[in-house]
């Protein structure tokens, strides 16, 4: 969301996505967070809103299974899941800062996010 609230436009939701699905050059060529690359659905329309998909591949769900088969718990298999979930939201919260860092001087974008399992 833009700092007074309203929600991106499917233009700047689409530019997102292109942004998340491509390695970004930083300051630190060795920035993990911009380096890793992250292939989401398109962006929906839902009303006025754009929203896009994070779904996880059927290749994911069984590696998570294999794990639990293997004498893993839950928790511990999806481990590596969560870990890729976390590095997602944490690139799109610094591409968001600094997309807008020109119209905010303060971060509007919450560093806390609920993941849920």
Not at 48 to 70: F, H
Not at 108 to 117: A, D, K, L, M, P
Request: glycine share 4%; net charge positive.
């Amino acid at each position: 969301m833009h700092p007074d609230g309203a929600p991106f436009s499917a233009v700047e939701t689409a530019s997102l996505r292109a942004r998340l699905r491509s390695p970004r050059t930083t300051s630190s060529a060795t920035d993990p967070t911009f380096q890793q690359i992250f292939h989401i659905g398109q962006p929906v329309a839902i009303g006025r809103k754009t929203a896009v998909r994070v779904c996880v591949s059927a290749p994911m769900i069984s590696a998570i299974a294999e794990r639990i088969v293997q004498g893993e718990s839950l928790e511990v298999a999806f481990v590596q899941w969560g870990r890729n979930l976390d590095a997602l939201f944490e690139k799109w919260r610094r591409l968001i800062e600094q997309a807008f860092a020109h119209r905010c001087a303060a971060p509007f974008v919450s560093t806390e996010y609920e993941r849920r399992i």
